[in-house]
């Protein structure tokens, strides 16, 4: 056991997070998402569901800051985004105290960033369109999150 790491990280998605560097994107993904054909890795998360591991996931890793798509969420058929993408972007305003706006993409959009991501996080979330890609930003040197 470690302190301060949340229940709901793997020992898995830890290793993936520590490896990580800035840019690099992570999708979170629901159990309708086809994670295996599409994950350079997989990692599974079941029994969570997405806005709880993202919550956790940001405890440990900041957001990129350089652009402002560091948080995509995949578009309903109508090309409305989903109400979870306000779940969402509430998250990251919590973890990085400013606003970070989810960016919508559609459906194909999002299938090829997730198969570029550096791994994909499959939960056993059941609301649909509970997908997002977060990009990891960095920690500058004499930060208090160092």
Same mark, same amino acid.
């Given at each position: 056991m =470690?302190?301060?790491i949340p229940d709901i990280i793997s020992p898995?998605?830890?290793?993936?997070l520590a490896q990580m560097g800035h840019g690099d994107d992570i999708a979170i993904v629901d159990a309708n998402f086809p994670a295996t054909s599409h994950a350079q890795r997989l990692i599974r998360a079941d029994a969570s569901n997405s806005d709880q591991l993202l919550s956790a996931i940001l405890q440990l890793m900041p957001v990129d800051d350089f652009t402002d798509d560091s =948080?995509?969420?995949?578009a309903m058929a109508n090309g409305e985004l989903p109400t979870i993408a306000q779940d969402f972007s509430r998250i990251c305003h919590f973890a990085?105290?400013?606003?970070?706006?989810p960016h919508g993409l559609s459906r194909q959009?999002?299938?090829q960033q997730a198969k570029n991501a550096f791994c994909i996080v499959a939960t056993s979330?059941?609301?649909?369109y509970a997908n997002c890609l977060i990009r990891k930003g960095v920690i500058p040197p004499g930060s208090s999150h160092s």
């Open positions: =470690l302190k301060k898995d998605l830890l290793y993936a =948080l995509r969420v995949m990085e105290e400013k606003e970070v706006l959009d999002f299938y979330e059941r609301r649909l």
